[in-house]
């Protein structure tokens, strides 16, 4: 994978969508270099920006923060092949394409405002305003790949991406819990 190329991709899929998911669909990436070459190292940068904003609110959990790094990390990068595996599955069902290296596409790519918002977003309180911009620009760019990488078709986008979205966000919230509670984070809870 070069990845000079993949930074013109994510430059251009950030400036103008549709021309990014053209790239995208015509680079063909296969599941593992997006999640090798791509993913990983957002969800690392963002995962360590969160343990660094979190500070000292970190001495309040019953986790430490190496931890709380390995649930952030580790959560984020198994819900997403766990969701894009179930989002495959589903694509048939909207009339869409189903491949998990076009389902991984989608995820990755469309998550890239949300791993780059949470690193600057990081650098001050004030800054947080940028995750919520993020996660909307997120959605969009979904919604925008949903019909050039999965192909679903346009009466069926909003019903896939509604679909979609709940369950990367049930995932994410599911392997969360199940890691901070291996962990000992919810001990007091339960």
């Not at 986790?63 to 390995?70: A, H, I, V, W």
């Amino acid at each position: 994978m070069d990845i000079n190329h993949l930074f013109l991709v994510v430059r251009t899929l950030l400036a103008s969508p549709d021309a990014g998911w053209n790239m995208i669909k015509e680079a063909g990436y296969s599941w593992q270099q997006i999640f090798g070459y791509f993913l990983v190292p957002l969800i690392f940068a963002s995962s360590l920006a969160m343990i660094f904003f979190m500070g000292a609110q970190l001495q309040e959990t019953l986790l430490s923060p190496n931890q709380m790094f390995f649930i952030t990390f580790a959560g984020s990068a198994g819900a997403i092949l766990l969701s894009a595996w179930m989002i495959a599955a589903m694509a048939p069902k909207f009339n869409g394409v189903s491949s998990l290296n076009e389902t991984v596409a989608l995820i990755a790519f469309s998550y890239t405002p949300v791993y780059l918002g949470s690193v600057i977003s990081s650098l001050h309180p004030a800054l947080q305003i940028i995750n919520l911009a993020a996660m909307v620009y997120m959605l969009f760019l979904f919604f925008k790949g949903t019909a050039t990488i999965i192909r679903v078709p346009a009466h069926k986008q909003m019903g896939f991406t509604i679909t979609s979205i709940i369950i990367l966000f049930a995932v994410r919230l599911i392997i969360s819990v199940v890691l901070a509670t291996l962990m000992g984070g919810f001990s007091g809870v339960m």
